[in-house]
């Protein structure tokens, strides 16, 4: 169906910042990798890991890769933009224990990607279809995997107020309608979540320049889409199927879920009984 090719960056940008979770400062380079490689991280202590599902170490609050001997938390965002802007191979260097959350959307990465370009590499795009519906539950939340001719996604959320319900059918997600759509959503948080956490001594890094915070009130500050939140659980979603290795041509339809669903649907989508790769 498709003769598309891989890609890689052409060029290595970096970008630093603070982590949301750990507070600490940590900057961030991407850059070129050879084909059929994916998406490796290179760790602050050097060692490698490669994004797929068995290298999650932890999908609380976002979702943490491990090596062997070091883990690097909050990785969706920059997956997110890597897969949202047809880039298949590349080498994401951490120095830190978190990737910086920057605005808290993926919109600095994906005009970074832009910005450095991406070449065309020899071998065929690896793709991944379904050859039947495949479902994930926990409680009321559902992940639902339909076969179709590339990735499109229709997600349902219902929060306190002011959030409410929402929901968005995606078109076919290509580069284009990632970075106008879906990479500029920035994360969100209820206020008296947020603050219970930082009593915990987590969240340390958030803050209104990198987050949607919500209280009783209402959002405490402007929104960059009407429904900015729902945007947001697409664009987590994106970066958690990256860790399915290659682009899975599915429709997703999911009800309140998180990283925890979207991971175990990345790790049943690369078993080989439920879809055929390419
Ligand atoms: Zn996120």
Known sequence: MTSE?????????TLRGVGLHTGGEAS?????????TGFTFQLKDGSRVAATP???RSTVRCTTLGSATAVVNTVEHVLAALAGMDVDNALIKI???????LDGSALPFARAIASAGLVEQ??????LDLRAPAWHRDADK???LLPAQRLAVTFFVDFPPPVGRQSISTGPITSEYFLREIAPSRTFGFRNEIEALMAQGLARGGSLDNAVVIDADGYMGPLRFPDEIV??????????????GCYPNCEVIALKSGHTLHVAAARDLRAPTTAAAR
């Open 95 to 101: 120095d830190g224990d978190e990737v910086p959350i």
């Open 231 to 244: 945007r947001h659980k697409v664009l987590d979603l994106i970066g958690d199927l990256a860790l399915v």
């Open 5 to 13: 090719r891989q890609h890689t960056l052409a060029g290595t940008f």
């Open 28 to 36: 961030v380079s991407v850059g070129p990798a050879p084909e059929n």
């Open 54 to 56: 068995d290298a999650v």
């Open 142 to 144: 559902l992940l639902v």
């Open 122 to 127: 020899s071998a065929a795009r690896r793709t």
